[in-house]
C-alpha cells in the first residue's frame, strides 16, 4: 500500500522524531542515542537531497522537545551538512515526554505537511469522507 502511495512523488519529505531522553542517551551501558543518530544518516544516505528532491527535518524530544532541523534548513546544502547537524546533536536527559515530541512534530507545517505522499493521504481520506 505504501509503495502505491510513493508512486508519482518527485520527491519526498522524511521527518524523524528522535527520543534523546536519560533512558536512550545512556542505557545499561550502550548509548543508544549515537546508535539512532548512526540510524538516521543511514536513511538519509539511501535518498538523493536538496531543494526540488527529498527533504529532511528532524525533532528531538525528552522532557522537553526541540526542532533540530526543519525540511527547509539544509535543502540548499550538502549531505555532509545534514550529517554534520545529525552528529552535533546532544541527548537532551531527563525524562520521556513523547506527546510533547510527537506535538511538536506534527504542529510543524514545513516540517511535516507539505509532501506529495501527505497530499495523496488527505486526498483519499477526504474522498473516503465525503
Same mark, same amino acid.
Given at each position: 500500500?505504501?509503495?502505491?502511495?510513493?508512486?508519482? *512523488?518527485?520527491?519526498?519529505?522524511?521527518?524523524?522524531?528522535?527520543?534523546?531522553?536519560?533512558?536512550?542517551?545512556?542505557?545499561?551501558?550502550?548509548?543508544?542515542?549515537?546508535?539512532?543518530?548512526?540510524?538516521?544518516?543511514?536513511?538519509?544516505?539511501?535518498?538523493?537531497?536538496?531543494?526540488?528532491?527529498?527533504?529532511?527535518?528532524?525533532?528531538?524530544?525528552?522532557?522537553?522537545?526541540?526542532?533540530?532541523?526543519?525540511?527547509?534548513?539544509?535543502?540548499?546544502?550538502?549531505?555532509?551538512?545534514?550529517?554534520?547537524?545529525?552528529?552535533?546533536?546532544?541527548?537532551?536527559?531527563?525524562?520521556?515526554?513523547?506527546?510533547?515530541?510527537?506535538?511538536?512534530?506534527?504542529?510543524?507545517?514545513?516540517?511535516?505537511?507539505?509532501? *506529495?505522499?501527505?497530499?495523496?493521504?488527505?486526498?483519499?481520506?477526504?474522498?473516503?469522507?465525503?
Amino acid at each position: 500500500m505504501l509503495r502505491g502511495l510513493l508512486a508519482g *512523488c518527485e520527491y519526498r519529505d522524511i521527518g524523524f522524531l528522535v527520543d534523546s531522553s536519560g533512558s536512550i542517551v545512556e542505557n545499561a551501558g550502550v548509548n543508544t542515542f549515537q546508535l539512532m543518530k548512526h540510524f538516521v544518516t543511514r536513511i538519509i544516505s539511501r535518498f538523493d537531497v536538496g531543494q526540488g528532491k527529498n527533504l529532511v527535518g528532524l525533532v528531538q524530544f525528552s522532557e522537553t522537545a526541540e526542532t533540530v532541523f526543519t525540511f527547509s534548513t539544509y535543502a540548499n546544502s550538502s549531505k555532509a551538512d545534514i550529517y554534520r547537524a545529525v552528529d552535533e546533536m546532544t541527548g537532551l536527559g531527563q525524562n520521556t515526554n513523547t506527546a510533547l515530541g510527537l506535538r511538536l512534530f506534527t504542529t510543524l507545517n514545513d516540517l511535516i505537511f507539505r509532501s *506529495c505522499f501527505y497530499a495523496k493521504i488527505s486526498k483519499r481520506l477526504i474522498g473516503k469522507i465525503k
